[in-house]
């Protein structure tokens, strides 16, 4: 049975393991992960999908200022390939998404596939004057709005406002993993 539950600091390793094998290093270089850098999730909106205990999808939700406007980062998002195209993705999606809502957040934003995002109710509406730091496909820069009108007026850059990661915390770092060297994040 997969299951969907809140991340552990036990699942850092395994999750690591897996971003790797979904996104390769380019992840580091990500603007989203520019956004995300130093910082931790968001309180209660880190959420990972297991099967017979092994980590097989993860998704996490991060603080940002949209443009001066409070928002959250969803990403990343990654499943493990042996176990696509089951409604996984879906599954961690629709509970990220409800879990903000529950907790009174206006609105989600992430830098993604239009085409598979929009099933979720994200588009380009609401998010063509925000920018992300270097270059990016603006087409490619989604938001949900959980409350009406939550981005309207949002302008200029978005930028991580979470907490920041403790300098003694070894948790939330790339280098966390034991199993390879990584390259730094551009
Ligand atoms: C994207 C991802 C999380 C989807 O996970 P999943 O568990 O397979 O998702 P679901 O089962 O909910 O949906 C699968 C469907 O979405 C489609 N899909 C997957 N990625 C897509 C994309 N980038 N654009 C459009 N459709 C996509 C699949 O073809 C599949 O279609 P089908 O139902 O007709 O077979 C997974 O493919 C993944 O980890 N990819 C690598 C990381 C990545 O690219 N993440 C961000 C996407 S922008």
New binding site residues.
Partial sequence: MITIRQERPSDQSPREVLLDR??GAIRFRKPSQKIRAGRLPAEGLSFV?THRGRII?T?RLWNVSAGGKAALLL???????D???????????SHAIESAQRLGHGAII????????C?FGFSAAATGDLRVPGPFEQR?LLGLELVTNALEGARGMIAGNGSRIPATDPRHTPSASPARKRPRAA
Avoid: F, K, T
């Fill in positions: 979904a996104y999908a999808g998704v990403g990343p998002l990654a499943v493990h390939p176990y696509r195209s089951r409604g996984i993705g879906a599954g961690l999606m992430l830098i993604g596939d239009e085409p598979y995002y099933r490619r």
